[in-house]
């Protein structure tokens, strides 16, 4: 008996992962209730793609070169030959079945919202899962920075759903295919004139992949990058005057940012907007949510040339900072009332009235073991259940109960009908 697992264990949740247990999980699916009802306030319907993919459309879509298709995804290869993978991120499926399911003929701007779980083999820590859970929402045809404005709208919309406070929002523009290559040009001579400082990864990346040098948290490139040239001075008018536009949407609704020349994220789709939310209560990892605008994906997956933004954010991060901040109390159904018996006849009439409390909502349980009366008050007070019913052969003949009041430390005999009146009176008002 010395395992902490009382020599049951043989099997333990793989690394990266976890399990969700009552009470907690009881948060998860209100606070998803929740994203769902605030995701409504602006229009976006809810979308549900299935687990696994083809292994083929994360690498068009996220890009080869990039750390989460290269090192990250958790690929296998199924019975009938077909390379598969556990979807790393939302947008790639959501385009995918947007455009398989026509939602190309729907009225513009199709929006959208998940809420699903995602597989990285990343390396584990505070607030970094490989198997986790995404909030994310995608909009679907318009050009127009208002719709990258309200995207940020709506992502603010549910962190203050969420109660959270102290939010950065980092943005930055990296340009389109008219403007990119001369940055990229640019970009890489400063990195190669500067590759004796860099980390091998970014000198190895310079050449593939010199946008995501930006990305680099390593001190030493860090103090290279400051040097950098910012991509927001090689922008092309478009873009430029875009990014001013959004910049200037932002202002009028009041939304604080902060542009960041180095932000890019981690994908290869994004062109023009990219931002980020952090909260300041998270630590290394901070960053809640992230996103921007793919105007290329829809077309090289195989459809028509359609604009599109969007951003998700981690509900495990979410999650930590609500609980440590309490910044939502969750109120979750217990049970209200245990039915005592014993045995027999009592335990059949037990599930009757059980039956007849939760029609009509009473949250109710019953010694199914019909243990008696010491047994069902040892249970119902550890578990905190505020009454306990009796029901014995007089009870039956006289449909009158004893209800037990185990807070208030008083009993009544009553009939079913009172019974129901006394508790919901009680619970009314929580
Ligand atoms: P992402 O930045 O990779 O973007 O992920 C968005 C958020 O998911 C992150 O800010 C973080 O909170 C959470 N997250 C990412 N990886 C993990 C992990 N290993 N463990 C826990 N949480 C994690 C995307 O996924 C893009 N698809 C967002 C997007 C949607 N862009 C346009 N539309």
């Not at 607030?127 to 986790?132: L, V």
């Not at 981690?314 to 901040?325: D, K, N, S, V, W």
């Not at 243990?371 to 550890?382: D, P, V």
């Not at 006289?398 to 005999?413: F, G, I, P």
């Amino acid at each position: 008996m010395n395992s902490p697992y009382n020599g049951f264990m043989k099997f333990t949740r793989l690394i990266g992962t976890k399990d969700i247990l009552p009470g907690e999980s009881y948060q998860w699916i209100a606070l998803q209730n929740r994203l769902r009802e605030a995701s409504a306030h602006f229009g976006y319907r809810e979308i549900i793609t299935p687990m696994i993919e083809m292994t083929h459309l994360f690498i068009h879509s996220v890009g080869d070169v990039t750390d989460i298709v290269s090192k990250e995804m958790y690929h296998f290869r199924d019975k009938g030959d077909r390379e598969i993978t556990l979807k790393p991120e939302g947008t790639s499926s959501v385009v995918r079945a947007y455009l398989e399911n026509h939602l190309t003929d729907w009225t513009k701007p199709v929006k959208l919202y998940y809420l699903d779980r995602y597989f990285r083999y990343e390396k584990p820590q505070k607030g970094r899962y490989r198997e986790f859970h995404q909030y994310g929402a995608e909009c679907f045809g318009s050009e127009s920075p208002a719709v990258d404005t309200e995207m940020i709208q709506l992502a603010f919309h549910l962190l203050q759903c969420m109660g959270m406070k102290e939010l950065v929002l980092q943005l930055n523009s990296i340009g389109c295919p008219a403007c990119r290559p001369r940055y990229r040009e640019i970009l890489v001579s400063f990195l190669t004139a500067h590759e004796l400082a860099l980390c091998p990864e970014c000198r190895n990346r310079t050449d593939k992949n010199p946008l995501r040098v930006l990305d680099c948290k390593k001190e030493t490139c860090q103090k290279v990058l400051a040097e950098a040239p910012a991509i927001v001075e090689y922008l092309c008018s478009d873009c430029a005057v875009h990014f001013l536009t959004l910049q200037k949407y932002l202002q009028a609704l009041s939304l604080p940012f902060q542009c960041n020349p180095r932000l890019v994220r981690g994908f290869d789709y994004y062109n023009r907007t990219v931002f980020e939310i952090s909260s300041t209560s998270l630590g290394s990892q901070s960053a809640l949510l992230g996103g921007g605008r793919y105007d290329y994906l829809v077309e090289m997956l195989g459809g028509p040339s359609t604009p599109a933004v969007g951003f998700a954010m981690g509900l495990e991060r979410a999650m930590m900072i609500i609980q440590e901040t309490n910044s939502i109390l969750f109120h979750e159904p217990s049970t209200k009332i245990w039915i005592a018996n014993f045995g027999g006849e009592t335990l059949h009439e037990s599930l009757t009235v059980a039956d007849s409390l939760r029609r009509v909502d009473v949250n109710t349980e019953v010694d199914l073991e019909g243990k008696g009366i010491k047994k069902s008050l040892e249970i119902a007070l550890k578990k905190e259940i505020p009454y306990l019913l009796i029901i014995g052969e007089d009870e039956i003949k006289s449909q009158q109960y004893t209800l037990k009041d185990l807070q208030l430390k008083s009993q009544q005999t009553m009939g079913l009908s009172d019974i129901i009146h006394t508790v919901k009176a009680r619970y009314a008002s929580l």
